[in-house]
């Protein structure tokens, strides 16, 4: 690296000489060189202070047209999405592998292209003969969509830039696509943040809405970068087990609109199909009242979702160590639920096994549902049915108090329109609006008198 010169700059009149001296040459004052600090070969090198165009600031109040949210033609799709496509978006799905992402997005494209708008699907993973087959399998062979088979980031773009920008373009996955300016294989880190960057920048300079799919880790998180997440508008995950019929989109994080909004599917022999309401698939083949079962009303965005949790309660002898089984809840709030009814409320657990289940293979993350998951667990300790078409809602303190949860009116309006007549919950809810019987449950020992007692 050369040596940076040094350099004496005139405080008066600002002359640059090579060497300090007494007094100025230019304009002979005395003592007024001043060593100044010389940019470094690097920094001269980088100085991005200059050689730039100028960019257009926009005032935040300034009146002027927005971007208008086009539909996919999918309910639940749109309202996973906070209403529908928005122009210029780059959205990020993952989801396990055979859940049905590329159903979904195939059946979202041929609605989009159906609509009269230019729609391209790009596959990375298949050919497009095979995209065609899987098309006529889901009854979209008819579908105006314009499919392509690359992975070369470079050809995509400048094909893409010979026409005039699709609404709505899909790359299926992230993953495989390629970019010959960064070294490394399709996958790596270097270009999946690479490619990504090139298909998001073309998505915002074009107004193009851009769905890109990502693969999923063994622990289900998004593989790749974790940056990737933070440069895309909406990251959406599509979950489901495959031993249970439906499917829940959801939106994990939402520029355009509200997150944890999903958008319910079910899986059927002609591709994915729009379950209008999940509450009914979730309490489905619940015909009478047994011991240790409860409905909790959930909440997934601005969406109540009735759900049945399930409680068993298995005696064991004496000197055996009983098990603890959760599946769709937590399992470190359950242990707590049970030292707080063991606690506070003087029940005998631990010589017992507890299995608990939320039907359907949901998943609860909701701490409103306590109050359910105490209810089941004391109707199975018991071996007493809880009562008929009640819902139960509440978190419980350690201190064994049932304190409020947010949207408690929506939830019991849920389970009235729905037929359930009475409902348990904390105090001080407006139940007004909701045409049910509310019953107030302060105390969990209350809970506990009410079961035992069949009330």
């Not at 639940?76 to 049905?100: N, Q, T, W, Y």
């Not at 933070?230 to 997150?259: C, P």
Request: glycine fraction near 10%; include cysteine.
């Amino acid at each position: 690296m050369a040596k940076p010169k040094r350099r004496y700059v005139c405080q008066a009149c600002g002359s640059v000489s090579h060497r300090w001296q007494g007094q100025c040459p230019d304009c002979a004052e005395w003592n007024t060189l001043v060593e100044d600090a010389p940019a470094t070969v690097f920094a001269q090198k980088h100085d991005l202070s200059s050689g730039g165009r100028g960019i257009e600031f926009v005032s935040l109040d300034k009146p002027g047209a927005l971007p208008v949210r086009a539909t996919t033609g999918l309910a639940e799709f749109d309202r996973a999405l906070g209403g529908g496509l928005v122009p210029g978006s780059a959205i990020l799905m993952g989801g396990d592998p055979g859940i049905g992402k590329s159903t979904l997005l195939l059946q979202a494209a041929a609605a989009v292209a159906r609509a009269g708008k230019p729609c391209i699907y790009v596959s990375g993973e298949e050919a497009t003969a095979q995209v065609r087959m899987r098309a006529g399998r889901l009854g979209l062979a008819d579908a105006p969509v314009r499919l392509a088979a690359a992975t070369s980031v470079r050809d995509i773009l400048t094909t893409l830039g010979q026409g005039e920008p699709p609404a709505l373009l899909v790359i299926d996955s992230i993953q495989t696509m390629h970019s010959d300016s960064i070294e490394g294989a399709p996958g790596t880190v270097s270009q999946v943040r690479g490619c990504a960057f090139e298909l998001i920048r073309y998505a915002k300079e074009n107004g193009v809405a851009l769905v890109l799919v990502g693969h999923v880790t063994k622990d289900g998180s998004i593989a790749g970068p974790r940056v990737l997440e933070h440069m895309v508008d909406v990251v959406m995950s599509f979950e489901g087990e495959r031993s249970h019929q439906y499917r829940i989109l959801r939106a994990l994080k939402n520029r355009f609109g509200a997150v944890d909004e999903i958008g319910v599917f079910s899986m059927a022999g002609d591709g994915l199909e729009e379950v209008a309401n999940p509450s009914m698939l979730f309490l489905s083949g619940r015909q009478e009242q047994l011991a240790g079962s409860a409905v909790f009303p959930a909440m997934e965005g601005t969406r109540p979702v009735l759900v049945e949790i399930q409680a068993l309660i298995v005696r064991l002898q004496s000197g055996a160590t009983p098990r603890r089984a959760v599946v769709g809840w937590d399992n470190g709030r359950m242990a707590m639920l049970l030292a707080v009814l063991e606690a506070r409320c003087g029940l005998n657990f631990s010589s017992a096994e507890v299995y608990l289940n939320v039907a359907g293979g949901y998943r609860l993350s909701d701490p409103a549902a306590d109050l359910a998951v105490a209810a089941a667990l004391v109707s199975a300790l018991a071996d007493k049915p809880l009562p008929a078409r009640s819902v139960w809602l509440g978190e419980v303190s350690l201190a064994g108090e049932i304190r409020s949860v947010a949207h408690a009116p929506l939830r019991l309006r849920e389970a009235a329109k729905l037929g359930f007549e009475r409902g348990f919950g904390p105090r001080d809810v407006d139940h007004a609006s909701a045409k049910l019987e509310y019953r107030e449950v302060g105390q969990l020992p209350i809970l506990v008198d009410r079961v035992m007692g069949g009330t």
